[in-house]
């Protein structure tokens, strides 16, 4: 036990070292939450809604819990780049703790920290427990609604059955309708295997269907009903519920997303290799095709408790694996953080029951194909960034297959360091790479618009001095020290100045928010000072135009000022 518990506090604070070195060098990384949970730390009003300013124009476009352990870090640490990164990494550790204890419930020491090290060193959970995107709080809460469900399952507890249920709502305030993808495996095997009738476990379900519904349930009713809101960004309609089954929701799987962009081709073709291919695969396929034949394997091999935690985490991953590989809308590589406990898990649970198994010549070639499967997987993922560790963990991958066969004891350790190698050697390319904009990439510098520097639609520029200067001369007279088109162009010139800055047309400047008559009515009443051209800035297909007519009847009434290569205009009531 006190091995166990030196190898966990290990494990744990070498998974914060990982998340904590360098943290700082991406800066506001994506400067759109950002500048919300600075809008957050000034205005509880900004804070509770999410707004992206402290004046309260318009909200971010998904529902705004990680904004609020942002902004409550921001109010009591000050606004800077530490206090808004580090709560993530705090729940990256949580997160592995949490998964090591759901394991160690039913499992060997071996198992959960085969399942805790293989979390932390996958490289997208590398990348966004470094990053302020909302994928950080939502992989925890379903990590922790997979630790309530074990518990659950073991005395059919309606209790912590309901505290999933919890969880999961909480996961709908931080990412809307992905936090449901885990939803299929929880209800099933609960209503498969709690161990009492069938009609108690339907109850038992309906009460964390409730718990579900009040947890995510009462912000969208408290929006709702009030009048005085900003409004609610990424929707066509100012409504959050709008937003949660189209824009973040339905439409991801179909495309048709009224206000975007740009849709999921962009990140590789929908189909069942969307994972593996070169978008996806370095963020989180090292272990992916081993996890599968390991869960296929245990689920026919194995009985009981085994049984069922391999359907809880087999579940997860292939609900969640199907919906990203075919889904036709808005889809990023990082979204693949919430496969990451699953098939840690599956990897850890299945690996070692099979190895408890090996003298049946079944399970030894599925373990040895597993190791061999992972070895070759992570050469080709790793071998055009690093040939000479790709050599090594072919060779070694293969050497450790044939011990596995042999159950030869010095297989493990040496399988484990091949499974760990390529994705370890990935993950510190990503600490030691700045990620900024609205896309971060794990891995080293890449091409990939969103991983560096300047503005528009993916990323925030930094406005030169003279033009934060003017924006803070005579703020307090303004509810607006200025107003552009897009948050993301909006985040620069107020993180920068620290004055509110209107992002009009909210994140990809589609939304009617707000139209030219309340635009030139805010004029007229003296309540925002500049309006500041966009850069860079691109435009939907669908979606409102309300922002580039306002820019144009800007353009046609005022005169433009150019100030370090800027252009401004002083909206002059009169």
């Not at 579900?212 to 900003?230: F, K, S």
């Amino acid at each position: 036990m006190r091995r166990e518990r030196l190898a966990l506090a290990v494990l744990l604070i070498a998974t914060g070292a990982l998340y904590l070195w360098r943290l700082g060098d991406s800066g506001w990384a994506n400067a759109y939450y950002s500048a919300a949970a600075q809008a957050g730390a000034t205005s509880w009003k900004a804070w509770f809604f999410g707004s992206s300013d402290a004046s309260n124009a318009i909200t971010i476009d998904k529902t705004p819990a990680s904004v609020w352990v942002m902004g409550l870090s921001a109010r009591l640490f000050g606004v800077n780049a530490w206090s808004i990164l580090v709560p993530q990494a705090l729940m990256g550790v949580g997160s592995v703790w949490l998964l090591y204890a759901t394991v160690r419930r039913w499992f060997s020491p071996a198992a959960a920290l085969i399942s805790g090290a293989v979390l932390p060193l996958t490289p997208v959970a590398v990348l966004m427990f470094r990053f302020n995107n909302p994928d950080a709080l939502l992989v925890l809460l379903m990590v922790a609604g997979a630790y309530c469900v074990t518990r659950a399952v073991e005395k059919a507890s309606p209790f912590w059955l309901a505290l999933a249920g919890a969880a999961i709502g909480f996961g709908f305030l931080t990412k809307m309708l992905q936090a449901f993808l885990v939803l299929p495996a929880f209800g099933l095997v609960y209503l498969l295997t709690a161990p009492t009738s069938i009609g108690r476990r339907v109850l038992h379900l309906a009460g964390a269907l409730g718990a579900m519904v009040v947890a995510g349930g009462w912000w969208i009713v408290a929006v709702e009903l009030t009048p005085d809101r900003p409004y609610i960004g990424g929707s066509q309609t100012n409504s959050v519920l709008e937003l949660a089954l189209d824009y973040n929701g339905l439409g991801r799987i179909t495309g048709d997303e009224v206000g975007s962009v740009g849709g999921g081709r962009g990140w590789g073709s929908p189909g069942w290799s969307r994972l593996l291919g070169s978008e996806m695969g370095s963020q989180i396929a090292w272990l992916l095709p081993a996890a599968l034949v390991l869960l296929v394997a245990g689920l026919w091999l194995t009985k009981g408790r085994a049984r069922t935690a391999l359907g809880l985490w087999g579940g997860w991953l292939v609900v969640t694996a199907a919906v990203f590989s075919y889904m036709n809308g808005i889809i990023h590589s990082y979204y693949t953080v919430a496969l990451a406990p699953a098939i840690a898990a599956v990897v850890g649970i299945a690996a070692t029951e099979l190895w408890d198994r090996r003298h049946e010549p079944v399970a030894a070639a599925v373990l040895s194909g597993s190791v061999a499967l992972s070895a070759l997987q992570c050469y080709l993922l790793i071998n055009a960034f690093s040939a000479p560790v790709a050599v090594i963990v072919l060779m070694a991958g293969l050497i450790a297959a044939v011990g596995m066969v042999l159950s030869m004891r010095w297989a493990i350790p040496v399988a484990l360091v091949t499974a760990l190698l390529g994705p370890t050697t990935y993950s510190f390319a990503t600490v030691t790479t700045p990620h900024t904009g609205a896309i971060p990439v794990a891995g080293p510098s890449s091409g990939r618009m969103g991983m560096g520097g300047g503005g528009g639609l993916l990323g925030a520029s930094t406005p030169n001095a003279e033009v934060v200067n003017l924006l803070q001369a005579n703020a307090d007279h303004y509810r607006w020290a200025a107003a552009t088109i897009g948050s993301n162009n909006a985040a620069g010139l107020q993180l920068a100045s620290g004055e509110p800055v209107m992002a009009m047309g909210g994140f990809n400047g589609t939304d009617p928010a707000p139209t030219l008559e309340q635009f030139q009515e805010l004029v007229r009443s003296g309540q925002i000072h500049y309006y500041v051209a966009a850069g860079r800035m691109m435009q939907g297909a669908t979606g409102s135009d309300a922002a580039h007519e306002i820019a144009e009847w800007v353009a046609a009434n005022y005169t433009a000022t150019t100030v370090a290569g800027a252009t401004l205009y002083e909206l002059d009531a009169s």
